[in-house]
């Protein structure tokens, strides 16, 4: 069984989109097994935050610039890749330590993620974007 999920982004951001994967699970009515995500770009990348705290994703947004910040920013001069703009490769270069792939254990019909974790796609890039996820669930 799978889908793909569409989300529309606005610039650097992450998006928390745990409760339409958590819908999908349900309306399978999938009980055991695990979920596979894809995001289908390699300018942005997925991953399992906390979600209680917004600030979390604001530091942690804060720190990728500060590893990879946009390549118009003077310590970048020596990025080749410029040709899709200054923000481009600094986010291949996010999306390179940053996860592009989630498996997530599901069982009684839920996805077994802590208290506090929430599935984000984090946008990289500055410009609007409609990303996708590829999602696939197998029972076991």
Known sequence: MNTVFTIHTTGPACHDFTHQVAAWLRDLGAQEGV???LVRHTSCSLLIQENADPDVQTDLLGWLDRIAPPGDHPSMTW???VL???DDMPAHLKAAILPVSLQIPV???RMM???W???YLVEHRRAPHRRQIAAVFQAS
């Open 35 to 37: 979920v596979t995500l």
């Open 79 to 81: 990025l080749t890749h």
């Open 84 to 86: 899709e703009g200054p």
């Open 107 to 109: 069982g009684d019909g």
């Open 113 to 115: 993620l802590g208290t």
């Open 117 to 119: 974790q929430g599935i």
